[in-house]
Each structure stands twice: as structure tokens, then as C-alpha cells.
């Protein structure tokens, strides 16, 4: 559901089965690429680098395993997080007994920085309230 600034979804709502989700597509995403990868037991993607973009993997469900160009192995639970450097070359495999579902998030050149602003009225950028 796209309004005006924001745009809100599902995963379910972007496809059935495994392979790629387009995260960026269905929610308009314009300042970097981002997917969801649905990954049946056992599977292993092809090696690959990139020319450009760097990328950032978080497992939401299941267990990964990354390899990398130098040949060395990580386990990635659910919340795991690995980031990679373009030109590095990577796999991942699903280790798990159930499917594996990995957001990952491309981009280039770099953060911008903290730029949040107040919204008229509150104080509490950053904070956290209960």
C-alpha cells in the first residue's frame, strides 16, 4: 500500500515459493536495492560478487551459511547480520532444515549521516519512550 511518503507491505504479498522478493520495487524503494531471498533446505546460490554495490545480509528465519572468496565459512541464525564489500565474492547456502528467508540490502557511496529532524511538537528524536 503506497500513500503520500510512505509506502507499507507484506512479504506474502510479493510472491510465492523460493527465489527473489522485490522488496524495493513494491515499495518504491529509490535510494538503494533491497530483496527478500527465500532459500529451500539445501540450497546453494552460485558464487558472485558485484561491480559496485556493497551488500548487507540479515537472516530473518532459518540458518545460512555465508562463503567467502577466501574460502572461509559463517553461520548465520535468525538475526544474523553479514556485510560485504562489492568485489568480494560470496555464497550462501541453506544449512537449515526449513526455508530460509535473508533480506539483503545493496548500495553506493555511503551513508549520509544522522539527518533526522524534530517534527513540530516533539522533543524526542532518538529516544526511546515506555
Avoid: C, W
Avoid at 515459493?17 to 546460490?45: D, H
Avoid at 560470496?90 to 544522522?114: F, L, P, Q, W
Avoid at 533526522?116 to 522533543?123: E, H, I, L, N, V
Amino acid at each position: 500500500m503506497a500513500q503520500d511518503g510512505y509506502a507499507i507491505g507484506h512479504l506474502d504479498e510479493l510472491g510465492e515459493g523460493y527465489g527473489f522478493r522485490k522488496i524495493r520495487r513494491a515499495l518504491g524503494v529509490t535510494a538503494f536495492g533491497i530483496n527478500a531471498l527465500v532459500l529451500p533446505p539445501g540450497y546453494e546460490s552460485g558464487r558472485h560478487y558485484h561491480e559496485r554495490q556493497e551488500e548487507t545480509y540479515f537472516v530473518h528465519r532459518g540458518v545460512v551459511e555465508m562463503e567467502f572468496g577466501d574460502g572461509s565459512r559463517h553461520r548465520l541464525e535468525p538475526g544474523g547480520l553479514a556485510r560485504v564489500d562489492a568485489a568480494t565474492v560470496r555464497r550462501m547456502r541453506n544449512v537449515g532444515s526449513e526455508d530460509a528467508v535473508v533480506v539483503i540490502a545493496g548500495g553506493k557511496s555511503g551513508y549520509v549521516g544522522r539527518d533526522g529532524m524534530m517534527a513540530d511538537g516533539d522533543d524526542r528524536l532518538g529516544s526511546l519512550r515506555s
